[in-house]
Nanobody, 119 residues
Framework: QVQLVESGGGLVQPGGSLRLSCAAS????????MGWYRQAPGKQRELVAT???????NYSDSVKGRFTISRDNNKNTAYLQMNSLKPEDTAVYYC?????????????WGQGTQVTVSS
């Protein structure tokens, strides 16, 4: 079994920063893609940022220039540095990982961490 554990969420004022972490554990051969998604109340889950094992990144237009995704392959951990936060960034943030176990790939999700941007 593979578990993804997120941390780092919380309440921050507009313009502030937060850093989310996602640690994967379990019987992992390799993690290919890792990513962050978010879901605001009444809205569908949306992509925030992804990063491949080779560190190729992709961002949604709404966070480009403000958020940075990174990963430490030795620790099976992904990070999301969020700067210049806006109230519209308020959501539950979920970590996703595409994990190789044996010869197959499986998708896993974390439990989510709440980010609230409010004055």
């Amino acid at each position: 079994q593979v578990q993804l554990v997120e941390s780092g969420g919380g309440l921050v004022q507009p313009g502030g920063s937060l850093r989310l972490s996602c640690a994967a554990s379990g019987s992992i051969n390799m993690i290919y893609n890792m990513g962050w998604y978010r879901q605001a109340p009444g809205k569908q889950r949306e992509l925030v940022a992804t990063i491949t094992i080779g560190a190729t990144t992709n961002y949604s237009d709404s966070v480009k220039g403000r958020f940075t995704i990174s990963r430490d392959n030795n620790k099976n951990t992904a990070y999301l540095q969020m700067n210049s936060l806006k109230p519209e960034d308020t959501a539950v943030y979920y970590c996703h990982a595409n994990v190789m176990i044996g010869i197959r790939f499986y998708d896993y999700w974390g439990q989510g961490t709440q980010v609230t941007v409010s004055s």
